[in-house]
């Protein structure tokens, strides 16, 4: 298969408690510079320190933005050197299960949760009461922390997708992964194993996807759908398969795995878009590879990668020697 690009090596083990919830981690700060002098701390507030009009009136009624550690008035003019702070971290109540779980996580700061997804497991609960979701666990994780806080999933995953997936562990950090994912700014690539060898080396597939009428999860293409728009990367082609790089445009539910069945080209393991095959793969071949995002805090360009998973991996050996 061809050398897939490193990820950029962040940490190998998540930050201690301590730092996740100390008070410096519960407030934003910006030191005004000379080029904002006399703007009011609004203007501060929903510029440079990027916080929405929506949070700013939550923090208004909760005294919670301060100039100088002193109350600020929204209306307030800043000069040089002031500093504008707006606590960004409140006790929250969730209402999800905390459920002791195994994590995988690839980072962790007072801002982001980055974790490995294994197959086989939901993100979050589909019904009142449901336990053994991914939620469930970070739920229980940030309890450990000693955070009253909610559990934030930026994006999802399939039950048998795996790989990296992303939990804001705050309001602000959320509203700023949100707008990424919104403007395309947040990047996903996966990697795919299909059925038959695509001839074209890239292509984009540019189709709007729908609900499949009297089925309650299936989705199709459909003029009547969601514009959709996955572009694919030929990495290796084997004998009647071929591996593929995969970047989402849009996150349509069940996008790439209705995009590739569609073009002729579903997915090993697939048995919802016709190519199950249990003696190679049990679940879809369909794995999170990489995500890149800016950091809501430090606004640092950061890249997460999670390997390639055992069960994909030898499904590429099986169809090699085959």
């Known amino acids: 298969m061809q050398q897939l690009p490193p990820a950029k090596q962040l940490a190998s083990k998540p930050a201690g408690s301590e730092k996740i919830a100390s008070q410096q981690s519960r407030w934003l700060e910006f030191v005004v510079t000379e080029a904002d002098a006399g703007k009011i701390v609004q203007d501060i507030l929903t510029g440079p320190m990027g916080i929405s009009r929506r949070m700013i009136q939550k923090l208004t009624r909760r005294k919670a933005i301060l100039i100088n550690n002193k109350p600020a008035f929204l209306k307030r003019a800043v000069k040089a050197g002031d500093t504008v702070k707006a606590k960004i971290r409140f006790e929250e109540a969730e209402s999800l299960a905390a ?78 992964l949100d707008n990424q994912l919104r403007n395309r700014e947040l990047k996903r690539e996966y990697l795919a194993v299909v059925r038959g060898n695509i001839s074209e080396d890239n292509r984009s597939i540019d189709l709007p996807i729908g609900r499949r009428p009297n089925h309650p999860t299936k989705r199709m293409v459909t003029p009547k759908g969601e514009p959709a728009v996955t572009h694919l990367e030929v990495l290796e082609r084997l004998d009647g398969s071929t591996v593929v790089l995969l970047r989402l445009e849009t996150g349509r539910t069940h996008q790439i795995r209705v995009h590739l069945s569609h073009i002729g080209h579903p997915l090993w393991g697939d048995r919802l878009y016709g190519s199950e095959n249990k ?42 020697s085959s």
């Open 99 to 176: 459920e002791a779980m195994s994590l995988d996580i690839i980072f962790e700061d007072e801002d982001l949760l980055i974790l490995n997804k294994p197959p086989g497991i939901p993100v979050h609960p589909t019904e009142a009461g449901q336990t053994g979701t991914l939620s469930n666990g970070v739920a229980h994780h940030l309890q450990q922390q000693n955070l009253a806080a909610k559990v934030r999933p930026v994006h999802r995953l399939d039950q048998n997708t795996s790989g990296v997936i992303v939990f804001a562990k705050n309001q602000y950090a959320h509203q700023h």
């Open 279 to 320: 003696a190679l793969i049990k679940r879809q071949a369909l794995h999170a590879l990489r995500l890149s995002l800016t950091h809501p805090r430090s606004r640092k360009s950061l890249v997460f990668q999670a390997p390639v998973p055992e069960d994909i991996d030898k499904l590429i050996g099986s169809l090699k």
